[in-house]
């Protein structure tokens, strides 16, 4: 399921060892209450999602913020812009 896969993504990347991908809810805030990741988490996650799966992010665009909002809204992003 590409949720999971999201949830794993987050995980490697921000060597969050002590959260499972159980632990994280899919329609839970990424930043702020949420996971509780910061600007530094958000643009190595862009960075990842762009080698793992070709999608091109601009950090100044609205629609980034609103895709990096939660692992649901993550996984439609890559879901519509997967490089096949």
Do not use: P
């Not at 590409?2 to 060892?17: A, G, M, S, Y």
Request: aromatic share 4%.
């Amino acid at each position: 399921m590409l949720e999971e896969e999201v949830k794993e993504l987050i995980i490697d990347v921000l060597q969050l060892e002590d959260i499972s991908a159980a632990d994280i809810d899919s329609s839970a805030a990424l930043f702020g209450d949420g996971l509780g990741l910061d600007s530094i988490d958000a643009l190595e996650l862009g960075v990842a999602l762009q080698q793992r799966y070709g999608i091109s992010l601009s950090a100044e665009s609205e629609d980034t913020r609103r895709h990096f909002a939660s692992v649901n809204a993550l996984a439609k992003l890559i879901e519509t812009n997967r490089k096949k």
